[in-house]
């Protein structure tokens, strides 16, 4: 029995949970701002009067805006390099995201 080889593989074994339950973290993240963006624009949309094509389109957009704003505003993600259209950035500038952090 290796004592320190033990402790060692514990360690490792708690980082790469503890990084496979970061990555967790974003993607749901992601994936909740992304569904609730998408179905307040949509629904919205839709309750004015607008066409289903035009309220889907619109809820996608603000969908993948959501997602791109936590995607670069992520640890885990510095230093990744993505490839968006510049179209993006001008509309993730103009809309008016809110932000919000919960403690524990």
């Not at 990084?19 to 004015?48: D, N, P, R």
């Not at 505003?73 to 490839?83: C, E, W």
Request: with cysteine; glycine share 10%.
């Amino acid at each position: 029995m290796d004592p320190l080889g033990a402790l060692a593989e514990f360690v490792l074994g708690k980082m790469k949970q503890s990084a496979m339950a970061l990555w967790l973290k974003l993607l749901f993240t992601m994936a909740f701002s992304a569904a609730v963006s998408f179905l307040f624009v949509c629904g919205t949309m839709l309750g004015l009067g607008q066409p289903a094509a035009f309220a889907i389109g619109g809820g996608m957009v603000m969908a993948a805006l959501a997602m791109t704003v936590l995607f670069r505003r992520s640890p885990l993600t510095a230093g990744l390099m993505v490839v968006l259209p510049g179209a993006e950035a001008a509309k993730e500038i103009e809309t008016n995201f809110q932000v919000i952090e919960k403690s524990k």
